[in-house]
């Protein structure tokens, strides 16, 4: 047997067909390497928008323009028409629904006014209609500060970005009235460069900072939750933080379910305002939709928010997540028949029935909740002193406190009925041991008649018996709506004009 | 061994063949990385948005209830055994990989008739207990028209990736594609040069 160098020798020949051989697979293997890089850059140009405005770009109709369907679909956020047993996109006066909830605001700006919100759309208009933001002019301030606007706005990054966050905030509402005219949008969610989704408000990334949590490490699917959960979850106002500042906090130091919160709000001797009945140092709840999500089922098997408040839909040839986001009751197959495979009556009677059994419990402990703030008050009249009334007003806080979590957040007793039956019995439980205290008290003053019940059978009657005078209240509104707000409209559009040369 | 040692070349050539060794080895290297190889070894669903015309399958199995409990190999490579399993993974790979690379993917693309077969099996192998129902069992004259000659899918048309599947069909669906072919460590390098 020769070896190569042998046969090559005698046929030189053979020595060049190896080389061409050799020359053409790796020219080949070249063309491939290249033609893969090729197909993984189209990826990237494909997939990637031809975005040309800034990443703070407010508009949302600049947005719109590329891209059209999901703009389309988010404009529907408009729509006021749909109605199911409790909730829907309509404007539902809560106090006139529930007159009881006047009195345990008392002393606080919701008892003037609070309502089941409107649509994204709405965002803007609705916060400067709510009673609660006042009626500033030019001699008046708004009683909020700046940062009620956190959650309104794609101007709210923007502004942020520019003037940095603590001094976002300070300031009283009035002040950013021309600055902040776009309703919640595109750029609260996404990210203008990649449209992957992206967390716009800091104090998110603060909360889970507080909590030992990197956002940086979420999942893809975790985040098509958090995109929400920069606004719709419990939230307060700490002083503490940047000197004259009402800094905006998620109180998620200790966690997130409510006995967590409870005791960070406990630990820092916080309270939102005092009762003006009981004198209780109240905590009042707002919307914390996510963390009582957090405790459900549909978060424990993985489902996010957009699963079924953003369902996939198709539209002639293309599919795309529906940004009609919306009560998935109006939307049934879209959103709850992807995995159940149940007829659309029966899965809506499903939510009915769970909304209607904890609804129920709910009433009961806000009757006892009026009874509290009504007894309290007799004690204080009949001359209780403090120490007497300590642990009864941190009953009444803590009673409260549970009720307003299940009321605040409007989906609640769906996303986690278990957990909101739990709050509840909980509440009730409290409210009753505080009227024990409180029988016990007002017998000690010498009273054993029961203290009678308030006539507020309607909004009108229960805000008169707290002492709101709601006729000046609605004029000044009035006038702001009138006068005030057309005008910031219309300078805030003019700045748009030039801030943003076409 | 003798066939090898009559490869190896004389004393003087092995330094340069070594070296054109090596460069025909790292060639082959760099196309085995750039197209995520040892992936495809595994049951990630990512995997299969290595090539991009798959982001519609990907987008709409990630909106289905299949989500939670399957991923594509559950359903697109047959479970009957091991070997099997990888004989049919790799032919079929093969096939898509050969197209994409020649660029001959159609517009829409259907599946074949294996394909279809192992689909269908495995539609079986999970939701059994749906065919074995005993109020199923009995044996009309036409078990054959309705029972044995259709697929799953004949009734269960949207299940799971619906039925709009053109290349075109999901343009801002967020897919885990592969990036740039550019590791991160190499970019931030590049920038902090250009910076300098």
């Not at chain 1, 189209?42 to 059209?68: H, K, M, Q, S």
């Not at chain 1, 030019?138 to 003037?163: A, F, G, I």
């Not at chain 1, 959960?229 to 200790?254: M, S, T």
């Not at chain 1, 408040?309 to 986001?325: A, C, L, V």
């Amino acid at each position: 047997m020769k070896s190569i160098q042998e046969i090559l020798k005698g046929k030189p020949w053979l020595g060049w067909i190896i080389f061409a051989v050799t020359v053409i697979i790796v020219f080949f293997l070249g063309m491939l390497a290249s033609s893969i890089i090729e197909r993984r850059a189209e990826a990237i140009f494909a997939y990637t928008p031809a975005v040309t405005f800034p990443p703070d770009e407010p508009r949302n109709e600049v947005w719109g323009e590329l891209f059209p369907r999901e703009y389309n679909s988010y404009m529907k956020t408009s729509e006021t028409d749909f109605k199911s047993k409790y909730n829907g996109s309509a404007m539902v006066d809560m106090l006139e629904e529930s007159p009881r909830m006047a009195v345990l605001w008392a002393g606080y700006s919701f008892s003037k006014d609070y309502n089941q919100g409107r649509g994204h759309y709405y965002s803007i208009e609705d916060i400067q209609k709510t009673l609660r933001t006042g009626a500033p002019d030019e001699s008046v301030p708004s009683p909020q500060p700046n940062t009620c606007w956190t959650c309104k706005s794609p101007d709210v990054p923007r502004l942020m970005n520019k003037s940095g966050i603590a001094e976002f905030f300070r300031g009283t509402w009035d002040t950013k009235g021309t600055e902040i005219i776009n309703h919640i949008g595109c750029a609260d969610c996404h990210d203008s460069k990649t449209m992957n989704l992206r967390i716009s408000r800091p104090t998110l990334l603060e909360a889970f900072e507080a909590m030992g949590r990197d956002i940086e490490e979420v999942s893809h699917q975790e985040m098509r939750s958090l995109v929400c959960a920069q606004c719709h979850v419990e939230y307060y106002f700490n002083k503490e933080i940047a000197e004259g500042v009402d800094y905006l906090v998620f109180p998620w130091k200790n966690g997130t379910t409510i006995e967590d919160m409870e005791s960070y709000y406990d630990e820092l001797g916080f309270s939102d305002w005092t009762h003006a009945m009981s004198r209780a140092p109240m905590l009042k709840a707002q919307h914390p939709d996510y963390e009582i999500y957090l405790t459900g089922v549909h978060a424990q098997r993985g489902v996010s928010c957009a699963d079924c408040h953003m369902p996939f839909i198709s539209e002639g040839g293309q599919k795309f997540t529906d940004h009609h986001i919306q009560s998935p009751l109006n939307n049934v197959a879209n959103s709850c028949q992807v995995c159940h495979r149940e007829e659309t009556q029966e899965l809506i009677e499903d939510v009915y029935s769970r909304q209607d059994k904890l609804l129920e419990n709910r009433n009961i402990l806000e009757t006892l909740l009026v009874r509290c703030h009504v007894e309290a008050k007799a004690a204080w009249d009949r001359g209780a002193d403090e120490r007497q009334m300590k642990d009864i007003l941190n009953g009444i806080r803590r009673a409260q406190w549970r009720w307003d979590f299940t009321a605040a957040g409007h989906g609640n007793s769906f996303h986690s009925p278990v957990e909101t039956g739990r709050i509840i019995t909980g509440g009730i439980a409290i409210a009753q041991e505080a009227r024990v205290q409180l029988a016990r008290l007002l017998s000690s003053q010498g009273y054993f008649e029961e203290i009678p019940y308030p006539d507020i059978s309607t909004k009108a009657k229960a805000q008169e018996y707290i002492g709101l005078d709601m006729e000046k209240i609605n004029k000044e509104k009035g006038l702001f709506l009138e006068n005030v707000v057309p005008r910031w409209m219309g300078q805030g559009r003019e700045r748009e004009k030039r801030e943003y040369v076409e | 061994m003798r066939f090898i040692s009559k490869l190896i070349p004389p004393e003087r050539w092995r330094f340069p063949v070594i070296v054109l060794m090596g460069i025909f080895t790292g060639l082959a290297v760099f196309a085995l990385d750039i197209s995520n190889a040892p992936s495809y070894l595994g049951d990630k669903p990512e995997t299969c948005v290595n090539c991009h015309i798959m982001a519609p399958q990907y987008a709409t199995w990630y909106h289905s209830s299949h989500r939670e409990i399957t991923h594509c190999n559950d359903c697109h490579v047959p479970h009957n055994n091991i070997f099997n399993k990888y004989y049919f993974k790799a032919k079929d790979g093969l096939r898509h990989a050969t197209i994409f690379t020649l660029r001959r993917e159609p517009q829409v693309i259907f599946i074949k008739d294996e394909g279809r077969d192992v689909v269908h099996n495995n539609c079986i192998r999970c939701h059994e207990e749906l065919l074995t129902d005993s109020r199923l069992l009995a044996r009309g004259r036409d078990i054959h028209e309705f029972r044995m000659d259709r697929e799953c899918w004949d009734c269960h048309r949207e299940t799971p990736h619906g039925t709009v599947n053109s290349l075109s069909s999901v343009p801002h669906a967020r897919v885990p594609l592969p990036g740039s072919v550019v590791p991160l460590w190499l970019k931030d390098m590049v920038s902090k040069s250009k910076k300098q």
